[in-house]
């Protein structure tokens, strides 16, 4: 059987709100995860019914997927995790169960926990200020911990005030439900708002510990005498530009990480590269697995202003792209 057959043949991936893989949240809050993930003090907060919890079932507890994301968050340095809701915190803190690293906030940010406790001299509080609300806990929460930017995850009533105050230059809300929102995202589900949690944590522990580099020496370079490509040994392509050596980037792994850029080719059963070299005499680099292999080149005479990088997939087994 060739490649193309078995990927032709391989079952289609679940798609809809049963499907909790990173690939299926929308992209606009893939991005984003990104992009706050590399942020220098993060608070990750959340409302607890809706959000952590279906209301609509009859579930007591947080998903457990959504717990493990937030304490992994949590540990990470310039990381801190609250949640915020209307519940009285005794109540919350009973009925949560969350670990200690997470902050509790209840009775609509009135009631923090041990950790955070509101300056009676803040000019938010006092009889003359204002009723608390979710939002105002947030923004003690913000200065308090010295957060650049916040992600508030919330999908119970009363949300909305919440998300038109955010700022909507570094923050970000997410609403879980299909209901209109000000939100700048949404997922369908709280299963899907504790994969967006988890795929947080694993890019923000990326980001924050840094992922050991590709030396050098061990890259291989395309070219066609008009533009070069950086190979890794695994052939992951890590540098690119387009369409002039000096232009800018469209893959800049080697510089920036994964979230840089990467276009990654790789058998799907996990196994190591056997090995990699140049064909006689040319630019053109052959990686080798079990069963898969990947052939890269620049193509030439190409018209001004275009670069044509190839990859060749050849074997009998499937492939990640």
Known sequence: MTLTQVVKAAPAAPQGPTDTTPEALPLDVRQRVSALARTSRLLVACDYDGALTPVDTNQRGPLPEAVRALRDLADLPGTVCAVVSARPLRDLAALSRLPAEVRLVGAYGTEFDTDLTIDPHHPGTGPDAPPAD????????????????????????????????????????????????????????????ATLLSLLATERRSWVFGERPTPIERMSMLSNQASVALL??????????????????????????????????????????????????????????????????????????????????GGVTPATV
Not at 143 to 169: K, R
Not at 268 to 288: D, E, I, K, N, S
């Open 134 to 193: 979710k939002s105002a806990a947030l923004e003690l929460l913000r200065e308090q911990v010295d957060a650049t930017a916040i992600l508030y995850i919330g999908g119970g009533d009363g949300e909305e005030p919440v998300f038109v105050n955010l700022n909507t230059g570094a923050d970000a809300g997410v609403r879980v439900g299909e209901e209109s929102t000000a939100a700048a995202h949404s997922v369908p589900s709280t299963p899907a708002a």
């Open 232 to 313: 890794g040994p695994d052939a992951r392509l890590l540098w690119f530009c387009h369409p002039e050596p000096d232009s800018n980037a469209l893959f800049a792994e080697v510089l920036g990480g994964r979230q840089a850029g990467v276009f990654a080719i790789a058998p799907a059963h996990g196994g190591l590269p056997l090995g990699q070299r140049y064909l006689p005499g040319t630019m053109t680099v052959r990686t080798r697995w079990s069963r898969l292999e990947v052939t890269d080149y620049l193509s030439h005479d190409t018209g001004p202003g275009r670069t044509d990088l190839v990859r060749v997939i």
